[in-house]
């Protein structure tokens, strides 16, 4: 599996995306690459014990092939706990932990944790942005935090 290294965030750290599998969506015909759905994960640079999943559309083509393609906003993500999770002494809400290029200049796909005090969960929500509109598009995962044992 290949280590991806994704854009630069807000946050002191961003995630290396480690890609995870492909399914073609659509044929684009012979010698070009179909539209895909692809599946990374990444763990949270800045707290340790969690982990993400972001599902996201690629577009193929000859556009797609030689990198000039817009990807679509849609994108999914799920998080979980998989070990002790120790936060920071402070958690600063709206950091990204995770971006990544969805166009050749313009449009980036972000991950961005807050911390729900009240609840004692890590809320990850991801979105595409760009310079003139951004998407409505978006999705969330929340993680619990709760004691671990080995």
């Excluded at 015909?29 to 640079?45: A, H, Q, R, T, Y």
């Excluded at 920071?88 to 809400?93: A, G, I, N, T, W």
């Excluded at 609840?119 to 310079?131: A, E, F, G, P």
């Amino acid at each position: 599996m290949a280590t991806m290294i994704v854009g630069f965030g807000f946050s002191s750290a961003t995630a290396n995306a480690e890609d995870i599998g492909c399914v073609s969506t659509t044929f684009r015909g012979l010698g070009l690459l179909n539209d895909k759905i692809c599946v990374e994960s990444f763990k949270d640079p800045d707290i340790e014990g969690v982990v993400c999943h972001v599902s996201r559309a690629k577009t193929g083509g000859v556009k797609g092939k030689i990198g000039l393609a817009e990807d679509t906003s849609d994108a999914a993500i799920a998080c979980r706990q998989t070990g002790p999770i120790t936060l920071p002494e402070k958690v600063k809400d709206g950091d990204d932990v995770f971006t990544e290029s969805r166009s050749l200049i313009f449009k980036k796909l972000h991950v961005v944790r807050f911390f729900d005090k009240a609840n004692n969960t890590l809320v990850y929500l991801s979105y595409s942005d760009r310079v003139i509109e951004g998407s409505p598009k978006n999705a969330i995962s929340t993680v619990p935090i709760m004691p671990w044992r080995n």
